[in-house]
């Protein structure tokens, strides 16, 4: 039995291969596809149903998740915009538990207000890997993406915990709202507080490390750093979610201190691995998942818990909408009231959804006091409906309704590619200084300074060009001249490395070693055609 699920487990990590292939070819997003082709898999003949615990999708898949969204999250931007990050993913997400338990009970015969806050725990925070895979490549301002980011963080601390005091109510038939505001703060504080204590411990840790010379370790301790968190802020029945948060918000900040370029580079890789595949993995089971709860459905027809669930879902879009709009209205600015409220509405309609809320429907236990826990199938079934629609519709429709706004940057923001020049130009001027402070002693006999100097002086001189030309566009062109040759120049240095491999005139060792400056070269020309 292991051996089976371990089997189709691997299989389906192979197909998260083609599938991003496929999105990248059709230009959609690769969340989408996943939660598609795990539904078209489901159909295959003998394809067995995978039972995984939720609870160990919450301990396995949420931390290093949560942990690489919050390594990449300006804690400048945070703090900027912390007012609305603050009111979208605890304001909101508390609305939207309370709007659909009230019609919840209302729609459905028999649904208790326990089952409905159960229900709006679930469903309440939308899915921030979904939502930001559809964003890369679109022009989305700023504001915006820093604000989505943030709301991801820390909305699903405040759906757990509305989903897990809505558990214990259902279960024992009462429910306190002051118990549930008093142990959100404390769930809240809690695994915030055990959150930084572990992250500087951990930093301690690293700058240690990094002192002794050995950056390799660097990479698995911040690869365990979101366990740690998430597991000892759950041992003391606090927020593992925000324990992981704010952890990986404060190392990210100081990572400077601790982390070499080997270090950093690798880190960037290892987490980048771990997301891509821990992602692809959730967003198939979401799709693998949808035929077997059709199946076990029993009190209600699948065409009236389908008309439950789009009525829901309608709900949820609306109440996203409404809550955007009205924040957006208190906070207007009135010399961009067009932009902001194009801006609004674009935030107001990436409310996907997707892991956080298929662990939660699946945690819903089989059995209350010897009988079925009354309404499980439905809740899943409303559930999956929810995430398809927001996934599939919303998201197939967000890019469209993007670039039909012509969304653009607040006018006092500088275009990143301006900051990158200007960054570029002050650290290539404040290097020359420190050229002719400090070398100016220097006998140079061999002329190694000057070649250092006029390498430097020439770098300053195109930075300046480059700032000042206003034909950008010829620029460019020959900018894409320049990089095709040169990436074309190392395919040819790579080929007949390979080439003369065969003919056992150098070491394996000798060749590696070349072959990783020739990685490292066309490495440094990517990064530099993406900060050009």
Sequence with gaps: MIEENLFLILVLFFCIIPLYILSMRIRVSFS?????????????PGVPAIKID????FLIFLPPLLFEAAWYTSLIDFYKWRSEIVLMGFGLVLFTSISVAYFAVWLIPGFTLALGFLLGGIISPPDAVATTS???????????????????????????????????????????????SLSFLKLSLGGVFIGLLIAVIIYGLLRFIAQKKAPKIISPVTLVAPYLMYLSAEHYHCSGVLSVVSGGLFLSFYSRDFMTYGSRIQTKEVLATVSFLLNGFVFILIGLELPVIMQDIKSFSTAQAISYGLA?????????????????FFNQDNNSEKRNWKLAFVMGWAGLRGVVSLASALAIPLYLEGKEFPFRNLILIITFTVILITLVFQGLTLPLIMRKLDLREEDDHIPHEQQIKDLQLSLAKHALHHLEDSYEQLVDADGILNRVKHSTIRNIAILEKEKEDENKERYTLNY???????????????????????????????????????????????NSALLG
Excluded at 317 to 324: A, D, K, T
Excluded at 486 to 505: G, N, T
Aim: aromatic residues 8%; proline residues 2%.
């Design 480 to 526: 894409k001249l320049y990089y095709a040759i040169r990436m074309d120049i190392i395919a040819k240095k790579r080929s007949q490395l390979y080439q003369l491999c065969h003919h056992v005139i150098y070491d394996d060792e000798v060749v590696r070693s070349v072959e990783h400056s020739l990685d490292l070269e066309e490495a440094r020309l990517k």
């Design 32 to 44: 989408i596809v996943l939660v598609l082709g795990g539904l078209l898999i489901s159909f295959i």
């Design 312 to 328: 829901i879902t309608a709900l949820v879009i609306v109440i996203r909408l409404l809550w955007v709009g009205i924040i957006q």
């Design 134 to 180: 559809i964003l890369k490549g679109l022009s989305m301002p700023k504001k915006g993406i820093a604000i989505l980011e943030g709301e991801s963080l820390i909305n699903d601390a405040a759906s757990l915990t509305i989903f897990r005091f809505a558990l214990v109510s259902v279960i024992s038939g009462q429910f306190a709202a002051v118990d549930v």
């Design 54 to 57: 939720p609870n160990l999708v």
